[in-house]
């Protein structure tokens, strides 16, 4: 039995791994273009912030992927022929295989801006190790920058361009930052962190023309309100969509929608072909499309599909959700329902005096559902238990001490949040 994998992120190095524990026979490869070895991406930052070298990024040591026979090459997907089951690469090459996991993860949105196309070099994106070369050997150059785009990919570039000397202009089209997770008084809190680390933050700005120099380097940008930024790199940080552009026109028959159709036991409409990851689009109860671009879920989802293509009953249920995360020096996380809870539900906020932290739990019928929580460390494992458990908001924030993380650096004292709370409780009454 021969398993391949295309893509050698989270989700098809823990399938590789997963199916290698269970069958010690079976050959598997793992395609991938970027790298010739899996790296962490969530920790490309601190590459960029010379905190790691680029090999520090690696979880496993190279000899182990010998050790478990995995065989690794390097080479981008170009085309998929489900009847004489082989995969091509844009060099020609043909790679056979009886079971297939497709597992390309994701690639930056592009930008529609005008002028554009006449910029020749200056623009990156901040998602790969190309991405990662690119800044590297623009920076030293770079005296003013702009990043457009107000979600996590957007924050890390720039606190890595201000770590080295760059002044940044950072531009968020919303009127709050990060507003698809985080609430306006969390916004407002991120936004006055960023500001104070000396990044000029826009609210309700982003890009509608770029300009590049006589060398070809971007040179400006000009905002929809009119307001032109010089600058030496731009940032595109918009976002990112699964990685299928090759599979458009490259593989007849595969069902695909905003990225690649699968049923709940990851198999897609071609046979003997699974997906799993950034890339893998399952369809909700109600009848609309989920993707989890999460590296959380893409581990998740890896697992999982290596148990169904090994022959395992699945049915995939994307767990609560959990993600965390830091801007600048602020600790991020959250788990379930927050932004988008259930329409009556009750939420408690509270932000601590005097520090950039803050509580917020949203509770329905009685249950809590979701929290966000800034400024200090969490187990998350506390807050998924409290949920599905339906424990009340009173039980939580009765119990938050048990949920801190990190007990000498960076606790928050919670009497001012139960002092909130009750306060809060004796008015509904």
């Known amino acids: 039995m021969h398993?391949?994998?295309?893509?050698?992120?989270?989700?098809?190095?823990?399938?590789?791994?997963k199916i290698r524990e269970r069958d010690r026979h079976a050959r598997i490869s793992v395609i991938g273009g970027e790298s010739d070895y899996f790296f962490s991406r969530t920790a490309l930052m601190y590459a960029f912030m010379d905190r790691?070298?680029?090999?520090?990024?690696?979880?496993?040591?190279?000899?182990?992927?010998?050790?478990?026979?995995?065989?690794?090459?390097?080479?981008?997907?170009?085309?998929?022929?489900?009847?004489?089951?082989?995969?091509?690469?844009?060099?020609?090459?043909?790679?056979?295989?009886d079971r297939l996991l497709l597992a390309g993860g994701s690639v930056p949105n592009r930008a529609p801006w005008a002028g554009l196309d006449t910029v020749r070099d200056g623009v990156v994106q901040f998602v790969s190790l190309q991405n990662l070369a690119d800044c590297e050997r623009l920076t030293p150059s770079t005296r003013q920058a702009v990043v457009a785009g107000g979600g996590l990919i957007g924050v890390e570039l720039v606190e890595c361009l201000v770590h080295h000397g760059v002044e940044v202009d950072f531009l968020v089209r919303d009127s709050w930052y990060w507003p698809v997770a985080l609430n306006r008084e969390e916004g407002a809190i991120v936004s006055d962190h960023i500001r104070h680390c000396g990044v000029r933050l826009h609210l309700e700005q982003e890009v509608d023309r770029v300009t590049a120099g006589a060398d070809g380097r971007v040179s400006s940008v000009r905002t929809n309100k009119g307001v032109e930024f010089p600058c030496q790199l731009l940032g595109t940080c918009i976002g990112v969509r699964p990685a299928i552009d090759w599979l458009k026109s490259g593989a007849p028959g595969l069902a695909l929608g905003r990225g690649i159709k699968v049923a709940d036991d990851f198999r897609?409409?071609?046979?003997?072909?699974?997906?799993?990851?950034?890339?893998a689009e399952f369809t909700r109860p109600d009848g609309g499309s989920l993707l989890e671009q999460i590296w959380y879920s893409a581990k998740r989802q890896g697992e999982s599909a290596a148990r169904a293509m090994l022959g395992?009953?699945?049915a995939y249920r994307p767990p609560l959700f959990y993600n965390s995360a830091k801007f600048f020096e602020i600790e991020y996380t959250t788990v379930g329902e927050v932004t988008r809870a259930p329409a009556g539900a009750t939420t408690f906020f509270h932000r601590v005096p005097g520090k950039d932290a803050s509580i917020r739990i949203v509770e329905n019928e009685g249950a809590v559902v979701g929290v966000n929580l800034l400024g200090s460390r969490w187990n998350h494992k506390w807050f998924e238990k409290w949920i599905a458990e339906r424990r009340s908001m009173a039980h939580v924030v009765a119990n938050l001490h048990l949920a801190q993380f990190d007990v000498e650096f960076g606790r928050l004292a919670l009497e001012s949040v139960r002092a909130a709370f009750q306060s809060a409780e004796r008015r509904a009454a």
């Open 268 to 279: 897609a409409s071609l046979p003997d072909v699974w997906a799993a990851g950034d890339c």
């Open 312 to 314: 395992d009953t699945a």
């Open 3 to 17: 398993y391949v994998m295309i893509g050698n992120g989270v989700a098809g190095i823990t399938a590789a791994l």
């Open 52 to 97: 790691m070298n680029p090999r520090d990024l690696e979880p496993y040591e190279r000899k182990s992927y010998d050790a478990q026979r995995i065989e690794r090459i390097r080479g981008w997907a170009a085309g998929l022929d489900a009847n004489r089951k082989i995969v091509r690469l844009d060099d020609g090459r043909e790679i056979a295989y």
